[in-house]
């Protein structure tokens, strides 16, 4: 993921002159009206695209502030040149820019669900954690989509009680929540079409350690595998049992894991077995 136009403070703190302000602060969009942006944007680019022969590029697009452009004279006058009516029609501009060029490199471009604000061109690919808000749009534009449901994919959240837990971000996502994952739960033959595959997430601003990465992740990542390759209701109970075993490999390994089988024996009781 190279993120444009917003989170992207560590750019600024060695070019300070890509900001709106010519000084560097911490709300994280690039400076839109400024054509050194869009110049340091297409030699990134043009880096990544030497280092990454893969199809798809990332190009984030998600929670762009935008205050910033409100009061930019450089960016109102981008605006008023391309008779562009707000902020968000100004992040089109800028995310539309990106896909032309991602293109004419035989590239296509994936972002987050923001990507879509302003209007989206159609052979973008959402990447998408809003299922009732960006997934629906998305498909209704014709988009492409993978699905990264923040309630089921998001393995920086707690697994348990805060106070027995490793640190993490926030939330709360226990097993049996990413085992809950169907990537195509409401969606008809033609929108499941278009749902490219499914991601799961661990973001590591809390996560110091090897140990502490495979603790977040497994055994969650087996739930989240099996469901994306299945979809349909599943069956927890049989995952859990299967669990058992295929957690030996964990242990052959030294994977550190959250334990699981308290919850397997609780279940098992729950349902006289």
Sequence with gaps: EIEFPGHSDEVFA?????????????SGEFCVGNPLSLKFMDEVLTEVLELFP??????????????????CPLCQRRMKENGLKNEEELQSYF??????????????????????????????IVLSRKREQGLRSALENGNDVIMTPYLNCYFDYYQGSRETEPLAFGGFLPLRTAYDLDPFEGLNAEQSRRILGVQCNLWTEFVATLDHAEYMLLPRLAAFAERAWTGGEGNYPDFLRRLESFSRLYDAQGYEYRDFRPEADSLRASLGS
């Excluded at 893969?54 to 009061?71: L, M, N, T």
Aim: with cysteine; glycine share 10%; proline share 3%.
């Design 95 to 124: 995310v539309r820019r990106i896909e032309r060029f991602l293109a004419s490199r035989n590239r296509r471009m994936v972002g987050w669900d923001e990507i879509r604000q302003g209007g989206l061109s159609e052979t973008a």
């Design 54 to 71: 893969s199809k798809y590029i990332h190009i984030g697009g998600d929670e762009c502030p935008k205050a910033r452009w409100k009061e």
């Design 14 to 26: 060695a070019y300070p002159e890509l900001c709106c302000s010519g000084r560097a602060y911490t």
